[in-house]
């Protein structure tokens, strides 16, 4: 006798506990091991690129808040250098610092709830994620301090941030700085040396670092492949060639190796908020620019390393109110390239390990 | 009157001398009826009691492990949510897929929850205290119990979702694979206390026989936990991953049957660990019996929940490989092991009581490390954080 | 071995069992807020605002709806027209904040609750009437003379037009130089 099977297509999203927002997957499955995959995106397309084209240079800040809500701040960033290069404006330095701590803290918060995440599509029942989230919350209180919002926070403005930071931001500030490397060490061992953890991660979507350039990919799964390359020191931005920091690299690419990576960013991250605090110079924040801001006409792309890879934008501008052009790179979907090469073979259980680990964000895939 | 099985069963003589006291005479002959019926509604009704407290035990011990308050809005401490809950799942729409087969998707809930109310039977609450002594205790537990994949099978086939079949055919693969180490386990068991009996087991325990089976209780509670589709073999209804497995496409109270079946299993599991491995509910006598019974078994509840807050879920084919390269051989080794030692001891006293004890608890932490060590084939040694200095690579890459 | 890291983690979350709790009982009590804090509904200084309408021009989303009557003149805080409408669609806003930024006479403020849900869509509409007669509490939001008064919206005190200060005077020079090109 013998028994014949059939693959099975099965819908994954866009509405699944674990597709990190409206992405779907359609992928054949036989029994659990998955045949094909078709990645279909789309359902949070909000048309970004063309409303910054009929919004001015200021309002567009807000639109870039909402691409990778996870991570606001580095996507203000990245928005504002390319604006100033158009406008070649100088930002005063206080603003460059200023800036710096607020795109580190976010890289930590955005990295907290990547690690949370992969965690909670592990299975761990919220644990680890709730823990990641206690720490997160209190960087957002930080940005609620700094800029009054949390997710949303449009806190910088073309020619550096919208304000100073009160003075209760820095005492809170130099506590967070304190407890959180302690905080680190619990996430350590409450999951890095967890034999469920390893067995799930390690092996799991290993990837060359040929493949990995060859997409295009950037960020932490680059790093994790082992090549040492970030946009903080290869192409340095606002202030980031004057601060000492180490760029942490694994050695297979594979999923452990990404949660690794992300890990040890986050003392970075910390440690380059401590350089910034210390350093901090007195002076004006913002350039005088004017809220109808008028670069002349010209183009500008400026990389910047945003928590999941690297983010630029693209701006070409005809001399008026607002941008002619806005491209945008988003590093969650170009991460997304070798999504097959990743996840055919694989179970149905690691393919949510694999994209939890990819750390995608719908808002940016979709733009 | 009484059927004979009750004779010395102290619960139902005490129900069957109050409901003779209460009775007039001339129904004397349906009085043991009358009590055989009240006892079975009173124990059952009591597991439709403790299971509801249980779920808010655990929402509540589950929020504090992670830094939450839990549910604590409705009466004292947010006793009352699990009937808030049911309430509304009461009066929540009831659907059903066009393309379920309708027969079989609305008998699945109460197919599975038949067996755990069936197993309740056997538990011995205390001394003297339990539905029944049933001589094949243990065997009508196994037989039982896994009735309850059946259900859950039924639910997933009948559902017409493809989520709910791969939970339901992750439920039958696991039954195969963990009810092997689950006898294996039992039986050495058995092999110690000479019968089936669940009463007698308790009885035959000179100390609990964790102390004397680690490796036994080890295999057992492994089991028991992927039975019970617990985490970390939660695979079943592995939310993350195939939304909520079998009953993705239940609503209403027929979910919350479902829930409820599964928490009461977990109950009544744990309430067999309690009994087989615990030495159920002996202690010392200045609490009753049955708050023994209820302290070891809160015991139990907690590791499980404590285990559950903790790890993160196993992957289906590790899950296998766990019962049948890990589990398996260790229950074999524990079945061989105790069956020497009862040869070498048949009856053991004091001195050699700690001998047993303490030789198997080294063959558990040999064996434990052997085998993990074998099939450890990855590295498992976590990376030491060091990092390593930065070759930024310029412009042309690779 | 294996069963260490288990066991780690085990230990982990056993001592985060006996931590105090890090979320709070929302209504009973709350978490700090701080005075930056963007909320919902918006203080306006009807006596302040000129009608100017740089807040609703400067709004992304165009959710301000301003109608003056230039016909009058009303001197209280500058040259000002009569205002005849003022409304905010919070039900669009997404608290931004650039109309607060943008208000040359201080007049607007970003609020400092978050409690303003409703039911329907039409009621997060806020209309001229609502504004004028709010307790106003502002957010410190871009306004550093709030801020360096030490003001704490949170604290309950409401302020009046004349407490709320002026962070920039609205001269023609400065004016220019924020609106027109460089
Ligand atoms: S806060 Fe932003 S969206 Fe809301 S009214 Fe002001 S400018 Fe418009
Ligand atoms: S910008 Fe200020 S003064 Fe002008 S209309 Fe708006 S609130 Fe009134």
Redesign the interface.
Known sequence: MSVSSNP?T?NIGPQ???THGVFRLKVE?D??EILDLEPVFGYLHRGTEKLAEE?NY??V???T?RLDYTASMTNNQAYVLTCEKLGQIDVPERGLYLRVIAAELQRVAAHLMATGFL?????????PL??CF?ER?RIL?LF??????RI?N?YMRIGGV??DA?E?FWPALRQFLAEMPEYID?Y?????????????T??VSSLS??DI?NASISGPMLRAAG????VR??DPYDIYSSLDF????GTQGDVYDRY?VRL?EMR?SLSLVEQCVSRIPQGPVRA?????F?PPEGDAYVPIEAPKGELGFYIVSDGGISPYRCKIRAPSFINLTLLKEMLIGR??????VILGSIDINMGEVDR | MSPSVLENNALYQSIYSAINWVMPDFLDSIVGYAAAFAMVMLVANLVLVITPLFIWFERRI?GR????LGPNRWGPFGLLQPIADAIKLIIKEDIVPRGADRLVFNAAPVILFMPVMLMVAVIPFGTQFYLVDLNVAVLYIIAVGTLETIGIFMAGWASGN??A??GA?RSVAMLVSYEVPLVMSLAAVLLWAGSMSLVEIVDKQPVPLILLQPLGFFVFIAATIAEMNR??F??IE??????AGYHTEYSGMKFGVFQLAEFASVVVGAGFITAIFLKGAAGWSFLPSPAWFSLKWLAVIFCIIWI???????????VMAFAWKFLLPLSAINLILVAVEMVIWPSPNGAQLWMIGLINFAVAAVAIAVLATAL?H???A??S?Q????????EK?? | M?????A??L???LR?LFRTP?TVQYPEER????????GQEFSWYEERCTGCASCAK?C?LGIIEIVTDPSQQAIQDGDKYAIEKFDIDIGRC?????CV??CPYDALF?GSGFERARYTRDELFIPMEELKNATKRP?T??R?QL?GKGYDPQSGQPLGWKDVGRHEAPDYEAMQ??????
């Not at chain 1, 090549?227 to 970030?230: A, N, Q």
């Not at chain 3, 978490?31 to 963007?38: A, D, Y």
């Not at chain 3, 997404?94 to 650039?98: A, D, K, P, V």
């Open positions: 099975v099965v699944h506990p674990s499955f029994g659990e919004r200021s309002q800040i807000t639109l808040d965690l909670q599509d592990m299975g761990a029942m919220g644990t709730m823990y206690r919350e209180e609620e301090m700094l800029c009054g919002a949303t449009s919208f304000y009160p209760s619990e350590e061992s409450l999951m890095t040396g967890n034999e469920i953890l390893l067995g799930r390690k092996g670092i040929e350039v090549l040492s390359w970030d020191k290869s180490e760029v942490p690299v690794w040890q970075q005088e620019v004017p809220l109808i008028r179970k149905m259980a690691d393919l949510v | 589950l492990f992670q830094q939450r493809r989520y079949l791969m055919v985490a970390p939660d695979l592995a939310e993350s991953e195939i939304v559950r807050a903790t790890l993160p879920r196993v992957r289906v084919d590790q450890g990855r590295n498992f976590p990376r954080p990092i390593p200095t930065s070759t930024v690579v310029g890459v690779v | 294996y069963g260490i890291g288990i780690k983690g230990l982990v979350t985060n890090s978490v700090e807020q701080h005075s930056r804090f963007r400067y992304p997404m608290y931004c904040g650039l930024e943008a970003m957010s939001w871009f550093p801020e130089r924020r609106w027109a090109d460089r």
